[in-house]
C-alpha cells in the first residue's frame, strides 16, 4: 500500500467512526502533512482517492468537506397562494427586521445586506475622499431631476451587458431601488389599482403598495422557471391588473433566473392586455452565469417595462444610488420622484460614477460572484448537515439569498423568537406574501463570511428546527388520536 493510499484509508476510517461529521471541513493539506510526515502531494493524492470515492468533496479555495450523507433536499414546489386581489399586510414582521438591524450584537442571518468587508471596494473609499477634497460648491447642492449625468452616462453602459440599448437621456437617478420601484408603481397606478406579483415576492415592494392603497394578486411562482404564466394569463382575463412587478433575474427570495422564452412571453401577455411591466434587476449583476442573463427591458419595443436597480446588492446599500429606465412613462416617473425627494444626493453618484469610470466596478463585480458562489457551496452543506430532513431548499442561480420551505405546520413566527433569544435574526416567509402566506418558511442570507460564528448560528437554527419538527408531529399525533 502506497503512503497516499495508507492516509487515504486513515481519514475512511476517521469518517466511518464519526470523528469528521458530514459537511464538516477536513484539516488542511498542510496541517496534514505536518501531522503525518509526509509530503504535500501525498496528502492531496489521498484527499483525491476520497474525492473519487465520493467520501468529501472540494469547494474553491475552502479545502475539504466531508460527503453529505443526507439527500439533498428538493426545491420548493410550485407555489399556491390565493389568487385574489387583496390589501397588503405584515408591516410590523417588516418593522421588527428592519429594527433588528439597529442592534449590533444580533447576527442578521436573514437580512438583504451585501458583503462589504471585501477589498476591492477600497477604490470606492478613496473616490469619497477624492470628491470631499475638491470641495466644489456643486457636491454641496441640489441635484437635477433626472441625477448627474455622468453616472447615467455609466449606468447606460453597463445596461448593454443586459441586452439593453440605453442612453443617459432614458434614465433617471433614484435614491436606491427602492425609491425606483416606488415612483414606478406610482407612475403605472393610482389607489385601489391591481398589481400582480410573484409569489413569494420582495417585501419592499410589498410594503409599497400597502403605503399606495394598491392591492396585491399573487401569482404562483416556481422555483426554477418563475411566475406562471398560465396563472398570470387567467388572472389578467379575470381582474383589471394595471401592472405586474417581477424579480426575474436572481429572483428574491427564490433565486432562480427566469428562462428568456418566459421573459418574452410574459412581455407578449403584458402587452395583450396593456400593463406596464416593474422589473427589479437588483440582483441581475450578481448572477454567477457568464453573460449575465438578459432583462425583460431588453426586449421592450414599446417602451412599457420600467426597470429598476442599484448599487445596493452589488456595492453597498449605504450609498443609496438607484435608477429606473421608465420607457414611456418617463414624465410621470419625474413628477412622482420630484414629489417624493426632489432630487437624489450628489456626492455618492460622483463617487459611483468615479469607481466605474477608473475601472474597478468589474473586477469587484467577479470577486462577489465568485464569493457568492462558493459561499453558496458552503451554506448548502451546512444546511444539508444541521437541518433535518423534511424541508425543501431553493437552489439560487446568483445573489445572496437562500429560501428554505419546512412543513406546512411549522411557525417560523415562533421559530424566530426562539431564534432571538439567542441573538440570531431571520427573515420569516410570511413578510414575503400580501396575505401572511409561507408562515412555514425563511430566507437566510449567505453571503455572510464564511467562519465559526455563521456556522454556529446556522447549526442553532437546525437544531431549533428539528424541536419544533419533532413538536408539530407530537402534536398532530395527539389530535389524531384524540379525533379517532
Known sequence: MTRYEHLATL???RIEQGLYRSGERLPSVRSLSAEHGVSISTVQQAYHLLEEKQMITPQSRSGYFVASRKATPPMPALTRPAQRPVEVTQWDAVLELINSRLEDDVLQLGSGMPDLTQPTLKPLWKAFSRQAQKQEIALLNYDNLYGVLALRQQ??????????????????ITTGCHEALSVAVR???????????????FHGIMQTLRGFGIRAIEIPTDAVTGISLEALELAFDQWPIKAVVVVPNCNNPLGFIMPEPRKRALLALAQRFDAAVIEDDVYGELAWEYPRPTTIKALDLDGRVLLCSSFSKTLAPGLRVGWVAPGRYRDRVLHMKYIVTGSTATQPQHAVSEFIRQGHYQPHLRRMRQIYHRNYETFSCWVRHYFPCGICVSRPQGGFLMWIELPEAFDAVRLNRELRESKIQIAVGSLFSASGKYRN???????????????????LVGAAVERAMLSCQHETQISASTLA
Not at 159 to 172: F, K, P
Open 11 to 13: 481519514l475512511a476510517q
Open 155 to 172: 449606468v447606460a453602459r453597463l445596461a448593454i451587458d443586459s441586452g439593453c440599448q440605453l442612453t443617459a437621456d432614458d434614465i433617471v
Open 187 to 201: 407612475a403605472v397606478c393610482e389607489p385601489g389599482d391591481i398589481i400582480a406579483v410573484e409569489s413569494p415576492s
Open 441 to 459: 418558511c425563511l430566507r437566510l442570507n449567505y453571503g455572510l463570511p464564511i467562519n465559526e460564528q455563521t456556522e454556529q448560528a446556522l447549526a
